[in-house]
């Protein structure tokens, strides 16, 4: 306890003198002393204020800018999505008519179910065509 009260003693005697050293030389009166503080506290207020409405100000633009960015982007994901799928179409078409044509038989692993559409049209002795299926993890 001796080393944290000769801190607390020390630290004490310093702001009581540095308080009367500073009553002692100031320039000013107390009046104007307190009303050129009251100013800079008016005026970090207002910095403060005008700092906030600045901050609130660019979110708002933000959030607004944010809505029809993302609209943007989610039709352009979703225009590559459509266009993905009409080429899986197109490479799944072309594989069936290959099978069909008897010019790429399916992989040992892989089952060949006939589509209903293409059992229908296909002669008794063609192989049938379906989508070819991922091979099963172990």
């Known amino acids: 306890m001796g080393k944290g009260f000769s801190f607390l003693a020390g630290a004490t005697i310093g702001a009581a003198a540095g308080t009367i050293i500073g009553i002692l030389v100031a320039p000013r009166s107390g009046a104007e002393t307190r009303a ?5 506290a008016n005026d970090a207020w207002d910095n403060a204020r005008d700092m906030y ?5 660019q979110a708002r633009a933000a959030m607004n800018d ?9 039709d352009e994901l979703r225009a590559k999505v459509d266009l993905a799928r009409e080429r899986m179409d197109q490479l799944r078409e072309t594989l069936n008519d290959a099978i069909a044509g008897g010019t790429v038989t399916p992989a040992a692993d892989v089952e060949v179910v006939p589509a209903p559409e293409a059992a229908a049209d296909a002669p008794a002795d063609a192989p049938a065509a379906a989508p070819a299926e991922a091979p099963a993890e172990a």
């Not at 050129?36 to 800079?40: E, K, P, R, V």
């Not at 409405?53 to 100000?57: A, H, L, N, T």
């Not at 944010?66 to 989610?74: I, N, S």
Request: hydrophobic share 45%.
């Open 66 to 74: 944010f809505g029809p960015m993302m609209d943007a982007k989610t």
């Open 36 to 40: 050129m503080a009251a100013d800079m």
């Open 53 to 57: 409405d600045q901050g609130v100000e």
